[in-house]
């Protein structure tokens, strides 16, 4: 390991770009950053080995790019692409970037925005249920979200006009830009063939019965999710994970503690710099998902109460995905002479019982804390209570402290963290004012 290598004065500034080059699988010069490119270049040579000798990662860093081409054990809906404004894209924006992608890379040096759009509307002919229609609002919006995904991470740079008049008036507004031929190379570079699959299992790493290949996946699944209990594995790969050296060295590479407990373990990333989600954070969801999280944590220790324990799902919901991904692919895209079949499930632990809460506990409790702290919330959440709930519980199954369940939630053991949560809402003074008296008002936060 490469690392181990490293002076101890320099050992911070590579575990900073092992950290970026994990949570950024393709870094450019201005993405995420300015000061990211130039950080990895500077440990290519020690990222490169590293990467491939712990996770059997591929890294490829050249003047413009760096790209990591991950090694994937399951699908993850997790880490969907994001608007600007952090709205998830759907199925159409996903459709447009993809499209979008394919005409820049039969373009030339530049192209103006409607000119990207024609090319992208003349291929959703192609494609049934599809369709760009300029003069349609939500068509405009919906393509300049995918555009804008793609000049965030420098494949396109705005030369001349804005995209913004263009989605106001096509026929008034313009945009030019500048097209980066080597990003828009590096974006998609799928490791297999996408018409030879029948299967998005394809698309997944195939099980081994090698232990250092195992050893892989498991050092995988410690970076790659935010808690990893030793029910998902089976017993020898428990074992694995448990070990002092699978987790001392991705702490060496990463810079980051791991926190072991009874149930599994977790790389806990205080900056920040790793994870793609903050918890404890701001905001009203994440507030809300914090005491939600305590109020469980408080119901489950509820000795007076015994609480109703259900089987988890041994599944992570992979299966549904692959089902509704698979039902989506085209047969006549698919070339059946080079097809493959798709690969065998990765075995994982047996099931376990945890505590489970109904949807009507869970309704009644956020009612609850919108009763005792709504004037904190944000205005939008404070009408849409059953909205709220559920945006609370998203966060806390993308975290791995709750399972889904029919007719409810499962409490994961990585929840009992949050256990003892102490709300201080804290008032600020109103800002001096002739008509103070009759016009004061106390803006408050939820800690």
Known sequence: MRAKEIAPLTLDNYQRAARVILSNHLVTTTFPDRIALPLLRRWAT???????????????????????????DRLDATQPARTATDRVFDRRRYAYLALALAALGRAGDQITLSELADHVAAETAQVPGLELATERAADRDAFVDAVGWLATRGAIALADGDAGGWVSDPEAGEALYDIDRSVVTAIFRPQHALQHLRSVRGLLAEPSQSAGEN???IRRALIERPVVYYDDFEPDDARTLAADKTIGDVELLTGLTVERRAEGVALIDSSGRLSDVRFPSTGTVAQVALLLAGEIA???????????????????????LVAALDGAIPESGVFDALADEPGADIAIGAATEHPFMTDRWLTDTVAGLVDRYGKTFAAQWQADRDGLRDAAVEMLQRLRLVQGADGGLLALPALARYRGVVVNVRSRPPDPSLFADSCARSDSEVL
């Open 46 to 72: 020690e990222l490169r080995d590293d990467m491939q000798e712990l996770f059997g990662y591929r890294l490829e860093v050249t003047e413009t790019t760096a790209r990591l081409f991950p090694v994937f």
């Open 215 to 217: 050893t892989r996946r």
């Open 298 to 320: 408080d119901r489950v220790l509820d000795l007076d109460d015994p609480i109703e324990r259900r089987a988890a799902d041994t599944g992570d919901g992979s299966d549904r």
